[in-house]
């Protein structure tokens, strides 16, 4: 399976304990984004990298969240002190950036499902 | 920022029917709309595009129209199948802005066909 995968698939946690989520792209990428998205809604942007480096990031993306790519491949999302509004799917995708291309087309991952009691 | 609606929010039709979708965007810069199929349990997946050179286009049994003078765009599935039944979310992203050109999705479209 070449497409983008993420682990966990779930993660149930207590309040006030810290995550990391994996997201492994497509091989070839150069671009990686995470998304959240709570029942109902439609993924929400939460930062972008091109290569190793973290070019954007949301106001949703408060202090307690970081995420790293150190060698521009696979990247990690951490909550820091989980709180019950950090309960959501976290979909990760990725890009080519292939600007020949012109749509630069984003391919998702399964998500990881947080729960946090 | 970019504003994306969508409607309706559920929709079921009769196997063999035909089912729209449609959207709405605020920023007349926006020039490219994907198009997701989420099901349960998984991650989004592009089923169709349409940058805004284009007022329509097809793929079998899908199709997406575009109207940029009223900033809205539409999915139409034809002949739906029991596997149609999903949730269908509309994006829009403007590909000429300098550094990252954010996707806005839309809220969600549940669509249940009925065998």
């Known amino acids: 399976d070449t497409g983008v995968s993420q682990n966990p698939r779930h993660k149930i946690t207590k309040r006030g304990q810290n995550v990391t989520f994996r997201c492994d792209p497509i091989?070839?990428?150069?671009?990686l984004y995470w998304y959240r998205q709570t029942l109902g809604q439609g993924p929400e942007f939460l930062t972008y990298f091109q290569n190793e480096a973290q070019l954007e990031k949301s106001r949703l993306l408060s202090d307690r969240f970081s995420a790293e790519r150190p060698k521009g491949s696979f990247s990690t999302l951490e909550i820091q002190r989980t709180e019950q509004g950090d309960s959501a799917m976290y979909l990760c995708a990725s890009s080519q950036g292939n600007r020949a291309e012109g749509t630069d087309t984003q391919y998702f991952g399964p998500g990881t499902r947080l729960t946090v009691l | 920022g970019e504003n994306v609606e969508q409607h309706p929010s559920t929709l079921s039709v009769q196997e063999g029917d035909s089912a729209v979708i449609k959207c709405t965007y605020s920023?007349?810069?926006?020039?490219?709309f994907p198009w997701y199929k989420q099901e349960l349990g998984k991650g989004p997946q592009l089923i169709i595009d349409?940058?805004?050179?284009?007022g329509e286009k097809k793929d079998q049994r899908i199709a997406v129209t575009l109207n940029k003078t009223a900033k809205h765009f539409s999915l139409h599935i034809t002949e739906t199948q029991p596997e149609d039944s999903a949730v269908y979310f509309c994006?829009?992203?403007?590909?000429?802005?300098?550094?990252?050109?954010?996707?806005?999705f839309g809220t969600g479209t549940k669509l249940q066909v009925i065998p």
């Open positions: 994006a829009a992203r403007n590909l000429n802005s300098g550094g990252y050109q954010k996707v806005t």
């Open positions: 349409i940058r805004s050179n284009v």
């Open positions: 920023d007349s810069a926006s020039n490219y």
């Open positions: 091989s070839e990428h150069n671009r």
